[in-house]
């Protein structure tokens, strides 16, 4: 009697478990982002401040360096002088071509005064003026080669690099030093052969944040671009950079920039989305999640088009502007589980 008892009260336990039993209503939660119609796309690209202005310098002519009065990343101003020659030889001949100069002049002058008198016929004073002329040029001439002997700064600057040293005996034509200038406003960077043809875009724009200005960004035009890519690494762009603030921002050669690309998308109705909305399962496909109205998800197949900015992608088909695509979680969510939107 006992035993049916218990039997009893245990059918009458699990019955009242089971009348009991709560549904599960788990509702996983997600971030969510609104497809944007793409419209304008942003592509980044690491960049380099390069010189507005800078040369090698060398003489004109061979000879033995005296002096080079200024050291490597020295600030020198505009008509410094740089560099020297050993001028003892181009003296010596300007010194000759002066006496014959004075001369020649002499000789002319005289031959005009009698050419007054009609004392010398009229084709020895021409001669005599013809080697006044030639006598003339090539004193000028021996000037101008004492000159040369002497490099000054075709502009202010730094001397970036030097490549002799005093008493260094030199050819014309060598380089002595580099001269860089110490502002710019010229950026650098390489294009990929996929995003070239977007230069001819009259509509392309240019952004320029440098590592040292966060959060400053410099507009910037399409200065040149090499149109050829010998070592098959990309296709070198320039800009210049417009609206600089010089006396706040000291943007010098050499610091580093991210450049942004803005150019029109051209697929038409192709929308932006971050990411970490695009769901690409081991099995292959590439999918996103679409919250309904109803807060379900449905998993939807997407053709994407090409990676831009810092984290974003352009989506060509499969999703229309205005819909709620997921953006965290979206590997542990199921065809039709209702979700709650966290932000």
């Known amino acids: 009697m006992r035993r049916v008892f218990l039997?009893?009260?245990?059918?009458?336990?699990?019955?009242?478990?089971?009348?009991?039993?709560?549904?599960?209503?788990t509702v996983r939660p997600v971030k969510v982002t609104t497809a944007l119609g793409a419209g304008m796309i942003d592509k980044d690209f690491a960049g380099l401040a390069t010189p507005d202005d800078v040369v090698n310098l060398a003489f004109k002519l061979p000879g033995q360096v005296l002096d080079i009065p200024v050291k490597q990343g020295e600030e020198v101003p505009k008509g410094a002088l740089l560099a020297e020659l050993d001028p003892r030889d181009i003296r010596l001949q300007v010194d000759a071509d002066r006496s014959a100069y004075a001369e020649a002049r002499s000789q002319?002058?005289?031959?005009?005064?009698?050419?007054?008198?009609?004392?010398?016929?009229?084709?020895?004073?021409?001669?005599?003026?013809?080697?006044?002329?030639?006598?003339?040029?090539?004193?000028?001439n021996s000037l101008d080669m004492l000159q040369q002997t002497r490099l000054k700064a075709p502009f202010a600057g730094v001397i970036e690099d030097k490549y002799v040293d005093n008493f260094e005996r030199v050819q014309a034509g060598q380089s002595i030093l580099r001269l860089?200038?110490?502002?710019?406003?010229?950026?650098?960077?390489?294009?990929?052969?996929?995003?070239?043809?977007?230069?001819?875009?009259?509509?392309?724009?240019?952004?320029?944040?440098?590592?040292?200005?966060?959060?400053?960004?410099?507009?910037?035009?399409?200065?040149?671009?090499?149109?050829?890519?010998?070592?098959?690494?990309?296709?070198?762009?320039?800009?210049?950079?417009?609206?600089?603030?010089?006396?706040?921002?000291?943007?010098?050669?050499?610091?580093s920039c991210t450049i942004t690309m803005?150019?029109?998308?051209?697929?038409?109705?192709?929308?932006?989305?971050?990411?970490?909305?695009?769901?690409?399962?081991?099995?292959?496909?590439t999918f996103v999640w679409v919250v309904g109205s109803d807060d379900r998800v449905e998993r939807r197949t997407v053709?994407?088009?090409?990676?831009?900015?810092?984290?974003?992608?352009?989506?060509d088909s499969g999703v229309e502007p205005g819909e709620r695509i997921v953006t965290a979680g979206v590997y542990q969510l199921q065809p039709g589980e209702r979700v709650r939107i966290l932000n």
């Open 303 to 315: 053709t994407l088009g090409e990676l831009y900015g810092r984290n974003r992608v352009v989506v």
């Open 262 to 285: 803005q150019t029109a998308d051209p697929v038409p109705d192709a929308v932006s989305l971050p990411v970490s909305a695009i769901y690409a399962p081991a099995g292959g496909g």
């Open 180 to 255: 860089v200038g110490p502002r710019t406003t010229t950026v650098k960077f390489t294009l990929p052969e996929s995003s070239l043809a977007m230069l001819r875009d009259t509509a392309v724009r240019f952004r320029v944040e440098f590592d040292n200005y966060r959060g400053v960004q410099f507009p910037a035009v399409l200065k040149e671009w090499a149109k050829t890519s010998s070592d098959a690494s990309g296709f070198p762009v320039s800009l210049t950079l417009t609206g600089v603030d010089t006396a706040r921002y000291d943007i010098s050669p050499g610091m």
């Open 108 to 140: 002319m002058q005289r031959m005009q005064r009698l050419l007054a008198h009609e004392a010398v016929s009229r084709q020895e004073a021409e001669a005599a003026e013809t080697r006044y002329a030639q006598a003339r040029s090539k004193y000028e």
């Open 7 to 25: 039997f009893a009260t245990v059918l009458v336990a699990c019955g009242c478990g089971r009348r009991g039993a709560v549904p599960d209503t």
